[in-house]
């Protein structure tokens, strides 16, 4: 039998689903924006400032960027795909094996290891002692490496991991070790595939973290041809703000009015495109995952 809901209850239902759609339109105003001011021109931006709706729309944002650097841009999104990919892979195995190891309560001194990890959240040798290591002693001066490495384990992410595993019973564990499998087949075999939800929230954390990373790039690389999406595009809006404030001549730019203001947007819109389609698919886990820890019985 159905239960007739009173009606203070459907006042609240109505309140609640208003107030989540008013707290959508206020997170979808700033995204619109974005891409209206991408199509708009830089001379009505200057004019009128930002608007919902494209004003005198153009696409000369886009074809001053691609027109001008389209083999580079795809060469860099290149880059940040197997950046991305390898890292956050490699993340992943090192993180969830890390955490698993310290979620094993008969792990001698796993307590210690443990704070030596979280140790590192709030202290650090310095920016100049880390570029030294890695550059004289690691070699990852001008390779595709130093974006990968530097980033592959999140100590955060390590304890959000170990919460996981804390959380499956260890009859099962047991049970695997009673018919002679080894850590590492438990780990394998029994731990990985009953935490899809961790490794995908976990892992789309990481995805995030490589695909957004330009300060690497920044620190280590030189050669064009190993810059990522991030820092590519980093370049081409530093330069825009160096030549519209006179500090560089424009030189010859043909019939395009040089965008500034524009320009910002567009790189936004380049660079949140294919995690913006990604993030839909894998929202659920992601929110599972946070909610981890959270509930205890």
Same mark, same amino acid.
């Given at each position: 039998m159905k239960l007739k809901s009173s009606l203070g209850d459907r006042w609240v239902v109505v309140f609640a689903y208003s107030f989540i759609a008013i707290f959508a339109l206020i997170c979808l105003y700033p995204f619109l924006l974005t891409i209206s001011v991408s199509f708009s021109s830089e001379s009505a931006i200057a004019r009128n400032g930002y608007a919902l709706l494209p004003q005198l729309p153009t696409l000369d944002t886009y074809r001053y960027i691609f027109v001008n650097s389209g083999a580079s841009i795809l060469?860099?999104?290149?880059? +940040?795909?197997? *950046?991305? +990919?390898?890292?956050?892979?490699?993340?992943?195995? !090192? +993180?969830?094996?890390? %955490?698993?190891?310290?979620?094993?309560? $008969?792990?001698? /001194?796993?307590?210690? !290891? %443990?704070?030596i990890s979280n140790f590192t959240i709030i202290f650090s040798a310095g920016l100049i002692p880390w570029y030294m290591v890695?550059?004289?002693? /690691?070699?990852?001066? @001008?390779?595709? #490496?130093?974006? !990968?490495?530097?980033?592959?384990? &999140?100590? #955060?992410n390590m304890f959000l991991m170990r919460t996981y595993f804390t959380a499956i019973s260890p009859s099962l564990f047991e049970a695997a070790e009673i018919d002679g499998a080894n850590y590492f087949? *438990?780990?394998?075999?029994?731990?990985?595939?009953?935490? $899809? +939800?961790?490794?995908?929230?976990?892992?789309?954390? /990481? %995805?995030?973290?490589?695909?957004?990373?330009?300060?690497?790039?920044?620190?280590?690389? &030189?050669?064009?041809?190993?810059?990522?999406?991030?820092?590519?595009?980093? @370049? =081409?809006?530093? @330069?825009?703000?160096?030549?519209?404030?006179?500090?560089?001549?424009?030189?010859?730019?043909?019939?395009?009015?040089?965008? %500034?203001?524009?320009?910002?947007?567009?790189?936004? =819109?380049?660079?949140?495109?294919?995690?913006?389609?990604?993030?839909?698919?894998?929202?659920? /886990?992601?929110?599972?995952? =946070?909610?981890?820890?959270?509930v205890k019985e």
């Open positions: 060469r860099s999104y290149g880059v +940040t795909f197997f *950046i991305t +990919t390898v890292g956050t892979a490699g993340a992943l195995l !090192i +993180t969830s094996m890390m %955490a698993f190891a310290i979620s094993i309560r $008969k792990l001698r /001194y796993r307590n210690v !290891i %443990a704070f890695s550059v004289n002693y /690691y070699g990852l001066k @001008n390779t595709i #490496w130093a974006m !990968i490495l530097p980033a592959m384990l &999140n100590v #955060w087949t *438990i780990f394998w075999k029994v731990a990985m595939p009953l935490s $899809k +939800t961790p490794l995908l929230t976990v892992g789309l954390m /990481y %995805a995030l973290a490589y695909w957004n990373d330009w300060w690497h790039a920044l620190i280590f690389i &030189n050669k064009r041809d190993l810059f990522p999406l991030q820092y590519y595009l980093y @370049n =081409i809006l530093s @330069n825009v703000n160096a030549i519209s404030s006179g500090r560089i001549p424009v030189g010859a730019s043909g019939s395009i009015t040089l965008p %500034a203001e524009t320009v910002k947007m567009a790189v936004t =819109i380049i660079t949140i495109g294919p995690i913006m389609f990604l993030y839909p698919f894998i929202q659920r /886990y992601f929110v599972q995952g =946070i909610m981890a820890g959270a």
